[in-house]
């Protein structure tokens, strides 16, 4: 998230009007699910069966739990605001009739 906003911030690249913010927060929480290479390297780093093994890979399932969490807060939100929209549009383009279809 930092990187994209210094790169947005220092350069003359702009994001997309359709996307804010928020949603790449929501992103950037739901990248820190992806612990199958922590896991991984807790295995390598620690002793199976010595207590840092063990709370390294409780620590990896928690963090991984938060992260999916706090997406889902942004998330949900966020997926009915996009469907307020889609609604609006849609009703929008129901008022006005189509000028190629067959009378």
């Known amino acids: 998230m930092l ?3 210094l790169v947005v911030s ?3 690249i702009r994001l997309n009007p359709a996307l804010r913010w928020v949603d790449l927060t929501g992103v950037d929480f739901l990248a820190g699910i992806g612990f199958t290479v922590s896991l991984l390297i807790g295995e390598l780093s620690f ?3 010595t207590p840092a ?3 390294t890979k409780v620590a990896i399932l928690i ?3 938060v992260a999916s969490l706090l997406a ?3 998330f949900v939100p966020r997926n009915r605001h996009y ?3 889609r609604e609006a549009a849609a009703a929008d383009t129901a008022v ?3 000028m190629n279809e067959d009378r």
């Open 3 to 5: 990187t994209t906003w």
């Open 10 to 12: 220092v350069t003359r």
């Open 47 to 49: 002793a199976a069966g």
């Open 53 to 55: 093994y063990d709370n």
């Open 63 to 65: 963090a991984s739990i």
């Open 72 to 74: 889902a807060t942004i």
């Open 83 to 85: 469907s307020r929209i």
């Open 96 to 98: 006005v009739p189509d």
